[in-house]
């Protein structure tokens, strides 16, 4: 089966720029994640969807970053304005129930913010 | 809240040496716990998971780790490191309330020296 698909890999960006990171689970699965790993921290849940709905995002930074699931499967993470804080890597991730079979997780956009 | 504590943000082993990684947990209900490894530049792979069945439990790369709820403990094991063994490891939990997610812990860099 194929993974989970990121894009792009890198985005170097200056700061107040706006950036946006796709995302494609993969097929059949419901849940979808967006976390935040910076730089010698463990990831940190954004948000979570639950088919197209939105079901946590309690840490979602709501100024700046929004993000959508189309129709259940694809989903986009935006950042407007980009701070130097926001430089990090930023995970997919995607479950078939969101329940304890484990996720599995794309390869991250690494996010440089100047 | 459940959460999980990685104890040594670095640790150093010689090739063919026992890898002992620690984990313990904070949960008020019984959890499910993960070890990801990821390696540079790429997403979180797992290692291995435990959802209340066998308190040992086996997964990818010869690793292992033991599920001991009286020292709230899920430690990683190695009986031998191999060069390739070297990258980061996360501990995680399944937030098991509502729609669950995982929390992840600060990481822990294995080195391996030949």
């Known amino acids: 089966e194929a993974g989970v698909a990121q894009s792009p890999r890198y985005k170097i960006i200056e700061k107040r720029q706006s950036v946006a990171f796709w995302c494609n689970p993969i097929s059949g699965h419901a849940t979808l994640y967006w976390y935040q790993q910076i730089l010698g921290q463990g990831p940190k849940l954004l948000i979570q969807f639950q088919n197209n709905g939105v079901v946590d995002d309690s840490q979602l930074p709501k100024d700046r970053f929004s993000a959508e699931r189309l129709k259940g499967v694809d989903s986009t993470l935006k950042i407007q304005p980009a701070k130097l804080e926001d430089s990090a890597v930023y995970l997919c991730a995607s479950s078939p129930t969101g329940g304890p079979r484990g996720y599995t997780f794309g390869s991250g956009t690494r996010l440089t913010v100047v | 809240a459940q959460s999980v504590t990685q104890l040594g943000s670095h640790v150093s082993v010689s090739e063919g040496a026992l890898v002992l990684l620690r984990c313990n947990y904070s949960s008020s209900v019984p959890p499910y716990l993960f070890w990801y490894v990821q390696y540079p530049n790429q997403g979180l792979q797992l290692l291995l998971k435990y959802t209340s069945a066998a308190t040992l439990v086996k997964g990818i790369n010869g690793f292992e780790a033991e599920f001991k709820k009286s020292e709230t403990s899920f430690h990683l094991t190695k009986p031998s490191a191999h060069m390739s063994d070297a990258a980061e490891y996360f501990c995680?939990?399944?937030?098991?309330?509502?729609?669950?997610?995982?929390?992840f812990g600060t990481g822990t860099r294995l080195l391996v020296s030949p």
């Open positions: 995680a939990v399944n937030m098991n309330t509502g729609f669950q997610k995982l929390v």
